[in-house]
């Protein structure tokens, strides 16, 4: 049978739904960043179809991106239908928080388990800077409404950049432990052209961040996960959480379980590798073959590889931004 060919190790799915977006980040801040013509993205029910042809082969975790998510039209026909399947244990959100206000009342009503709200500096102008055009008021009024649902946990998540907003990382903490949410610090991954800055000279590691926070924190190591990358802390007398998710200073590959859906309809079986699938050409040539898609995405497992080879010193390998990818 299918099921039993697939590769069990791979139980969390991460979905782009588009590349659009109303902010930028130090992941797209090149200027030769291209969007993709609305026909060559996945459909709703394309990707509600892919969706649930892996949480039919033993797939527990998604997590829906972009790009911005919930500039995608009628999104929430995605996360109604994805919060109703059969054995998905974890439906989360990766947002940049300034559409929560409008829509964390029927995320969580559609089965939305975790919100994670970018946020890579508490200065406005920084953010300013950083995003070109945000206002990090926003994204505030995002986080309170994400609160204000119930969702079983928030997270904040912040690239940091060595002259960028490194010296904020105490400060995160103090935020994330004031409103009561967790936080989790990445390594800037070379995906992509940058015209802006040099990623070896800005690369700032998960062990920098502990020294710094450690001036400020005690930081207890938890076997805590949520089925990712990120390796979690804890501080004593407080909820919050503290994670760091380190491609480069701690590579994480051996443990990988997770694959990504470009909202292209590309599988990616690694972030940091080429290899892939087209599972928008296998649904447009057998639509509503579900057995087919599904043999599509076993046959998948057999080339995906075994780490990726992200080289700060070097020229990206991979090409793609992460609106194109997925955060």
């Known amino acids: 049978m299918l099921i039993d060919r697939f590769d069990r190790r791979v139980s969390y799915l991460r979905i782009s739904v588009t590349d659009r977006c109303d902010l930028r980040c130090v992941y797209c801040m090149s200027e030769k960043m291209q969007f993709l013509p609305r026909a060559q993205l996945l459909s709703l029910e394309e990707i509600i179809q892919v969706a649930s042809c892996f949480v039919a082969l033993g797939v527990e975790k998604i997590r829906i991106t972009g790009g911005e998510p919930l500039h995608r039209k009628n999104i929430i026909k995605v996360f109604d239908a994805l919060g109703a399947l059969d054995g998905l244990r974890d439906l989360t959100l990766t947002t940049n928080g300034t559409q929560l206000p409008r829509f ?24 300013r800077a950083l995003t070109r055009t945000g206002r990090i008021e926003r994204v505030m009024q995002g986080l309170d409404a994400a609160l204000d649902a119930g969702f079983e946990r928030v997270k904040l998540n912040a ?29 800037e991954m070379p995906l992509g052209f940058v015209g802006d800055h040099d990623r070896a000279e800005c690369f700032y590691s998960s062990d920098d961040i502990r020294r710094d926070l450690a001036q400020r924190y005690e930081l207890v190591p ?9 390796r979690y802390f804890r501080i004593p007398g407080v909820a919050t ?54 043999a599509a995405i076993v046959d998948s497992m057999a080339i995906k590889p075994k780490g990726h080879d992200f080289d700060l010193q070097a020229q990206p390998v991979i090409f793609r931004h992460m609106n194109h990818t997925g955060g």
Not at 163 to 185: K, P, Q, T
């Open 104 to 127: 964390a009342a029927a995320l969580k009503a559609a089965g939305v388990t975790r919100v994670n709200i970018s946020l890579d500096t508490l200065r406005e102008d920084r953010y």
């Open 159 to 187: 690239v940091v950049l060595k002259h960028r907003n490194h010296d904020e990382v105490g400060d995160l903490v103090a935020f994330a432990i004031d409103r009561g949410v967790d936080i989790s610090f990445i390594e």
């Open 222 to 230: 938890t076997t805590e996960s949520t089925g990712g990358p990120s």
């Open 241 to 294: 959480r503290v994670g760091f998710i380190s491609p480069h200073s701690h590579n994480f590959c051996a443990q990988c379980n997770r694959v990504r859906l470009t909202s292209e309809g590309r599988l990616l079986l690694c972030l940091g590798q080429e290899h892939s699938v087209d599972l928008r050409h296998v649904v447009r040539a057998h639509p509503g073959d579900d057995a087919a898609l599904q």
